[in-house]
């Protein structure tokens, strides 16, 4: 018996997680998939948005701008890489302009501080590689980048340091109360709590029709990126937006955290929530929009191509409280499409102080400090390297040589709270198999090191949970095989 179960493992749902470890009660995640940041939260742009782009009095709007304000210091916090690199929104005609004169009236009603319109030559002096075409631009200091599936780690590592249950491979099929409890099936079997939190990205409408008197429809709307080798420099210092369109905010041109180019998004509204395929259509709309940007993209320093699907609420705004005609203690935070990222640490916060007055929980007599993320061994000086080395002879074990990530920090993603079972789980904590190679090189050592750290068989490994795995059998088992064949 839980006091709060959350449905879904996205940055929201740990984020959530995070801030109600602060209150004395028994409190667990629960996620269809393997890890956590597996579906919306791990391919997405990474910008925190500045907040101009959403409607004036919308939940959007009010959470965006709120959360944006805490980023600074949560991610140092945390120890999530956060770069403040600020953004332009650039206009090619005066039908532009006066888009971006709206924009930066939205701003200023939401609260978004430094916003400015600027002229060609002002955009040309701060980005160079910028189409001379352009006439002017709506330049917003205060956007950022982050990394995000590093970002939703963090906070579900804060959470199990303070007590919180992670349940993965558990996907929900129903929810109901009886006798002031509420049940939620999965096909592990049925877990029971005094209060439930629908966190579930495209698949949170299923859930909430079940109890609610109001019917909500998610559209899954995929968006499809390419990722440019970060030993190629980025042409823009800052996030290159276009004027938005009623599908998104548009196809950018960004520096990630990490320092690769990434170009996208593209806007389709898919039938299947899980089809993340990436399609010749899909990325030739990136590459035709990211020209009126930057003419002179190619791809040739691609390293690969991914796409995201995320949850379009046909109310066109967050939902966020109380599940509208449904039994007590039952609240959601459903519909969180961009700028979901940037508003999840402010939604956690309000949504996590509702539950918990409502509940009654006292606040916790001990609370944890954040262990922060590791210092990635890439971005250490040599004097700290022969440090980390001294104290730990694994540092000096390169594992992923395009990312130079290390035996010891491979290790760590695995022992940590809520820690790495697959290949992709290392490659979010670590960044081995995100190079030039994409994994081609460490993925063996990794799947070596899992085994070693997790007690299983290499036949077990698998790259993202499920039936993905690596390996299907031995030599030996082929060798009987044929012989029996002959």
């Known amino acids: 018996m839980y006091d709060i179960l959350i449905i879904g493992a996205g940055v929201t749902g740990c984020a959530l997680a995070r801030q109600l470890s602060g209150w004395e009660g028994r409190i667990a995640v629960l996620d269809r998939a393997e890890d956590v940041a597996d579906a919306a939260s791990k391919a997405n742009s990474g910008i925190v948005h500045a907040g101009f782009d959403a409607k004036p009095g919308t939940k959007k709007a009010y959470y965006n701008v709120k959360g ?15 770069d403040p690199i600020g953004a332009l929104v650039l206009g090619f005609s005066e039908e532009d302009r006066r888009t971006l004169q709206k924009l930066y009236g939205q701003g200023q009603q939401n609260g978004v501080p430094s ?64 006798d002031d409890t509420w049940h939620v099936e999965t096909p592990k079997g049925v877990l029971s709590a005094r209060a439930i939190i629908n966190c579930a990205g495209t698949g949170a409408a299923e859930l909430h029709n079940q109890i609610s008197d109001q019917k909500i429809r998610i559209i899954p709307r995929r968006g499809e990126y390419y990722l440019l080798d970060h030993t190629v420099q980025c042409p823009f210092s800052r996030t290159m937006f276009q004027v938005p369109s009623k599908m998104g905010k548009g196809v950018l041109i960004s520096p990630t955290a990490h320092g690769n180019a990434l170009l996208g998004p593209s806007a389709e509204d898919i039938p299947d929530p899980d089809d993340t395929a990436t399609t010749r259509a899909g990325l030739d709309f990136v590459l035709e929009k990211c020209r009126l940007t930057w003419p002179q993209v190619n791809v040739r320093s691609v390293i690969t191509t991914f796409s995201g699907v995320r949850a379009h609420p046909d109310t066109d705004d967050f939902i966020i409280g109380p599940v509208h005609g449904a039994p007590d203690n039952a609240f959601e935070a459903i519909g969180i499409e961009s700028p979901g990222l940037t508003a999840a640490p402010a939604v956690a916060k309000e949504l996590a102080e509702m539950v918990a007055e409502h509940l009654k929980l006292p ?124």
């Open 68 to 82: 944006a304000a805490m980023y600074p210091a949560l991610t140092k916090t945390l120890g999530v890489p956060f």
């Open 363 to 486: 606040s916790a007599r001990f609370l944890r400090s954040a262990v922060p993320l590791l210092r990635p061994f890439s971005a250490m000086t040599e004097e700290e390297r022969a440090e980390a080395c001294r104290k730990n002879p694994e540092y000096g074990r390169i594992v992923c040589r395009c990312e130079v990530v290390t035996e010891a920090e491979i290790r760590d993603a695995i022992r940590r709270p809520v820690g790495a079972r697959s290949i992709d789980g290392v490659k979010r904590r670590t960044r081995a198999g995100m190079g030039r190679c994409q994994g081609g090189f460490c993925s063996p050592r990794v799947m070596e090191i899992l085994c070693e750290e997790l007690g299983k068989s290499p036949l077990e490994i698998t790259k993202c949970g499920g039936e993905s795995k690596l390996l299907v059998g031995t030599l030996n088992e082929i060798a009987k095989e044929a012989r029996v064949d002959e």
């Open 115 to 178: 916003l400015r319109i600027i002229e060609r030559e002002e955009i040309l002096r701060m980005e160079p590689n910028t189409n001379p075409d352009v006439v002017c631009a709506l330049y917003a200091p205060t956007s950022a980048v982050v990394s995000p599936y590093e970002m939703t780690l963090a906070l579900a590592y804060h959470a199990a340091q303070n007590g919180v249950e992670f349940i993965f491979d558990s996907p929900v099929t129903k929810i109901y109360e009886k």
